[in-house]
Every structure is written in C-alpha cells, then in structure tokens.
C-alpha cells in the first residue's frame, strides 16, 4: 500500500469512512478519541489520522512507478551531466547567446515535469492533495475542522473527498495535514479548494503535491532538482488575494463548519422571504366600528343639549333680562352647554336669599328705592323669575360621565 492511498477503516483504526454502513464511531466520536497531538507513532505503524467522504478510483500504479522510476532517473543523470560540463558557462551570456548551466538544468526540468504530466493522465494517477503544517499546540483543533469540513462542511461541496494528517513522533513540532482532491491538473477545482481552505478554515498552504511525485519520492532535496509540487500557491491564487481570504477567516474568528452552516441558514432565508415578497399579499381586514357604544353616549349628549337649549329659550320668552343681567344669563348658558362634568353651584346672592324669605313670609313688595340703586330691584325681579321657573320645572336627570 502506498502513502496515499486510502486505507479501509475496518483493517485500520485510524481511518473513518463515510462509505461504511455500519461505523463504529460517528465522526465527532473519532476526532475526539484519536487526536494527532495523542496518537505516538514511535513505532511507526499508525504514521496518519484519515477521514475519506468517498473512496477514490483504482489506478494502474505499478505502471506509473515503473515509468516514472525511469524518466526521473534521466533527468537526475542529466542534471548531473549539466553540473559537470564545463562546456556551459555558469552563467547565460548575451554576446555569446550562449545559456547558463542554470537555464540548461531548467529546460531540462521543465521537459521532464511534461513527461510526468503525461504519463499521470496515461494511468489515472492523476490524484493529489493540498499541504499545510500545523503547529503542535493547534494542530488538534485544526485537524478536527478540517475533517469535519470534507465529510459535511465547505469542503464537502467542492473536489474534496478525504484528508489525513500526521500522528506524533518523538519531539514532533508540527503535523502535515493533506486535503485530496481528485485531479491535480484541474485548475477551477484546485482552486475551489484553495479557496475554501483560506476563507474558511485560514489555513497557510504549501502547494498542490501529485500522489505521483510522492509515490517517486520527489521532494525538495531530490538530486534531480525538479519542483516538488506540482502547483504553488501564486500559480492558483495571488499572494495578495490569498491573504486577504484568509485574513477574512481571523476577522471572524470562528469555526468553519459552524460559519458554513449559519452562511447556509441565511441563503436558506433570503430564498423563503425572496418567495414569500413575490406572492400578492392579502389586505388586512379594517377592525369593525363600534355601531353602538358612540351612538348612544352621542344621541344622549344631543338630547340633553336640545333640552337645555330649549328651558333657555323658554327663560328668555317668558322675562327678558336686563342688558347687564343678559350677559351674566349669557355666560351661564356658555357654560352649561361646554362642560362635560357637573361643577358645583355658586352660592346664591344676598338678593336672592332675601327674596326667597320674604317670599316664604309672604311680605309686600320692597319699598321704592333712590335711584341710585336701580340695578337692585332689576336683579330681584330676575332672581323671582328663575326662582318661580325652577320649582314650575321638574327636576333634571344627572347627566352621567363620559366613559
């Protein structure tokens, strides 16, 4: 079995897979129980941690091993001819036109790389993965976003279909994590994954690596001197804008998978109010108006003012008041028809007490006084003319408060 493949979580502890029908452990049993901080690898048989959402295709390996033994072999030979000819200047000149050992060696390994390309796509191994280094104190959490992610979170919408990530071994300082993508020269899905990897997880990448490159153990100190990865960070995505995606993740300072699912909830929501605005809406019906309670308290208040109005008139017709008498009559009238609440009643005057006794003695009429005092008989006159009106008419119903 190579690195990269897969490994079947029933022959292997560390592995969960969404494909078994009957796992042992759900996924946030697994992460918790197997942390890559926990897992010591001194012995060497438990080196990863893997999740796997599905199970990749069978390639013809031992096919692209052979070949690709040999084609790295040439250029490893090569590269050290180039070194050893004296021939090649060490650097390109323009009076010559002649080029350096440096542009000779990256001709060289530039064909090289097309050939590998070449024979990848010629046996289907054409799988890779996305590197990243945790560090040591972090790696836990990470590790348990990231596996989250592709079996149910961002990463589960794009290429993505599994990742794994180192165990501990002596002083380990940090954990390589890898992220597989199916095709390595699909450049839009390489890219998703970048993507998602910066904005929602803020992790620092390392490059696309081909299982094939590591299956030939093509590293950064190869002899041949050929380029480990087989895209760099810059070549998907510019540093400038790199940084800006995952400076994005910092901002929000939250989990991916949780950030996914509430970023998920709300398109959900804008889809439900987007179609709910679009339907007619129905006019709310206007509450019915009290027919009655107004009315009645209305036509009350109307019957009461007709009745008083009309005890005023008859006042008038029967003893027409003086100009100055007139106004004061004037004034009570403007009072009894503006108030809504009964006031208190004015004490009656020294005149009209005076009356009222001597009409109860049953005396003759007052003496004729100077004139003066002309306004004082005018005054009993009209205090004997509402004293006789008021016992003539029967007594007036309380006018109730309003309510």
């Not at 390309?117 to 836990?140: C, I, M, N, P």
């Not at 904005?199 to 480990?228: A, C, R, W």
Request: a neutral charge; charged letters at 40%; proline letters at 5%.
């Amino acid at each position: 079995m190579t690195e990269d493949a897969v490994p079947e979580s029933t022959a292997y502890r560390y592995a969960w897979s969404k494909d078994d029908a009957d796992p042992e452990m759900t996924l946030d049993q697994f992460v918790k129980q197997f942390k890559p901080s926990m897992v010591d690898n001194s012995d060497g048989t438990k080196p990863w941690i893997w999740v796997c959402r599905k199970q990749p295709e069978r390639v013809k390996e031992d096919e692209a091993l052979k070949e690709g033994s040999k084609i790295l072999q040439e250029l490893t030979a090569r590269v050290e001819e180039i070194k050893n000819d004296d021939a090649i200047p060490a650097r390109s000149s323009k009076k010559t036109g002649l080029k350096g050992k440096k542009e000779v060696r990256e001709e060289a390994q530039a064909e090289t790389t097309k050939k590998l390309q070449e024979l990848a796509k010629k046996t289907g191994l054409v799988s890779g993965k996305w590197l990243s280094f945790a560090a040591g104190e972090k790696v836990d959490m990470i590790w348990s976003q990231i596996a989250k992610s592709v079996i149910e979170g961002p990463l589960s919408k794009t290429a993505a279909f599994g990742a794994k990530v180192a165990t501990s071994s002596g002083d380990t300082s940090q954990h390589l994590i890898c992220v597989y993508v199916p095709d390595v020269f699909d450049k839009d899905a390489i890219t998703e994954v970048m993507q998602v990897l910066l904005e929602e997880h803020g992790l620092f990448l390392s490059g696309v690596k081909s299982n094939l490159y590591t299956m030939l153990k093509i590293d950064s100190k190869h002899p041949s001197g050929l380029q480990s990865t087989t895209w760099k960070n810059a070549q998907i995505i510019s540093d400038d804008k790199a940084k800006e995606l995952r400076q994005t993740y910092w901002d929000g300072g939250r989990d991916a998978s949780k950030a996914y699912k509430e970023k998920q909830e709300k398109k959900k929501a804008a889809a439900e109010n987007a179609a709910s605005s679009s339907k007619p809406q129905l006019k709310k019906k206007q509450a019915d108006e009290d027919m009655f309670g107004d009315d009645d308290e209305e036509e009350e208040e109307d019957e009461e003012a007709a009745a008083r109005k009309a005890a005023l008139k008859a006042k008038t017709k029967k003893a027409p008041a003086p100009p100055a008498a007139a106004k004061k009559r004037a004034k009570v009238d403007s009072d009894d028809e503006d108030e809504d609440e009964p006031k208190k009643k004015k004490p009656a005057s020294k005149t009209a007490k005076k009356a009222e006794s001597d009409d109860e003695e049953e005396a003759p009429a007052p003496k004729k006084k100077p004139a003066s005092k002309k306004a004082a008989p005018k005054k009993r006159a009209k205090a004997d003319s509402e004293d006789d009106e008021e016992e003539d008419e029967p007594p007036k119903k309380k006018r109730a408060g309003r309510k």
